[in-house]
C-alpha cells in the first residue's frame, strides 16, 4: 500500500458526460501528480500541483482540468468524454520538494467511456 | 523531450530463471525509477536510483548515468514477478515522470 488514496475504483459513463476523480495524497506530501494509462499512448503525464499551485503541465487536454484543495487532496475533472478517454488514471504524490523524489502511486481510477 | 526506452519488451522465464531488463534514456535525468505493473493495474514502486546501485531482496538495479542507463536485475523469479516493468526518469527540474514502453515479463511455473 503506497498511502495514497484513489476513488472510485472503476467508473463507467457515457459519451459526452463529465466525471471527477478523487485523489488524497501520503500524509506530509505536498505535490500531487495526475498520470494517464491508456493501451495506445501509454503512461503519460498530464499535470502537476504543489500545495494548491500548478506547477508542471503535460499532455493534458482542454476538457480536462484538476484542482489541489487547502486538505491537498486533488481532483481530476473529465468533461465532454470521448471513447478515447476510457483508461487507467492514476494520481501519485511525493514529499516538500516536489521534484528529485520517489512518486508514489495510488492504485487508480479505470474509466470506461462507453 | 527526452526519450526512454526499454528492453527487451517481452520475456518468458521459467520459475527460478535470472533475467535483466534494460532502461536507456537519452538526456541527463534528475529522478530515475522502476515500476512492477501486476495484473490489477497497480503501479509498485521498486527502487527510486537516480544513480548508483541498490539491492532490495531477489531485486536489484543499478544506474550509470554518465552513460544514460539503468538496469534492473530480478533473480530466482518467482510466478508473482509476472506483470510489466515500467522505467520512468524526470528531466531536470521537469517535475514530471516519462515512462518507457514497459518490459512484459511472464514468468511460468
Known amino acids: 500500500d503506497s498511502g495514497v488514496t484513489q476513488t472510485p475504483k472503476h467508473l463507467i459513463t457515457a459519451t459526452g458526460q463529465r466525471v471527477t476523480l478523487r485523489c488524497s495524497p501520503r500524509?506530509?506530501?505536498?505535490?500531487v501528480y495526475w498520470y494517464q494509462q491508456s493501451l495506445d499512448q501509454g503512461l503519460q503525464f498530464l499535470i502537476q500541483y504543489y500545495n494548491g499551485e500548478e506547477r508542471a503541465k503535460g499532455n493534458i487536454l482542454e476538457r480536462f482540468s484538476a484542482q489541489q484543495f487547502p486538505d491537498l487532496h486533488s481532483e481530476l475533472n473529465l468533461s465532454s468524454l470521448e471513447l478515447g478517454d476510457s483508461a487507467l488514471y492514476f494520481c501519485?504524490?511525493?514529499?516538500?520538494?516536489?521534484?528529485?523524489?520517489?512518486?508514489?502511486f495510488g492504485p487508480g481510477t479505470r474509466l470506461l467511456v462507453l | 523531450g527526452i526519450q526512454v526506452e526499454q528492453s527487451p519488451p517481452d520475456l518468458i522465464l521459467q520459475e527460478g530463471a535470472n533475467s535483466t531488463l534494460r532502461c536507456n534514456f537519452s538526456?541527463?535525468?534528475?529522478?530515475l525509477q522502476w515500476f512492477h505493473q501486476n495484473p490489477w493495474g497497480q503501479l509498485i514502486n521498486l527502487f527510486y536510483?537516480?544513480?548508483g546501485t541498490k539491492q532490495n531482496g531477489r531485486l536489484s538495479a543499478t544506474t550509470v548515468a554518465t552513460e544514460r542507463y539503468s538496469l534492473l536485475y530480478i533473480s530466482s523469479s518467482q510466478t508473482t514477478d509476472s506483470g510489466v516493468y515500467f522505467c520512468?526518469?524526470?528531466?531536470?527540474?521537469?517535475?514530471?515522470?516519462?515512462f518507457g514502453s514497459g518490459t512484459r515479463l511472464l514468468v511460468r511455473p
Open positions: 500524509s506530509g506530501d505536498l505535490s
Open positions: 520512468a526518469v524526470e528531466e531536470d527540474s521537469s517535475y514530471k515522470l516519462i
Open positions: 501519485a504524490s511525493s514529499g516538500p520538494a516536489g521534484a528529485q523524489e520517489t512518486q508514489y
Open positions: 538526456d541527463s535525468v534528475n529522478n
Open positions: 536510483i537516480p544513480s
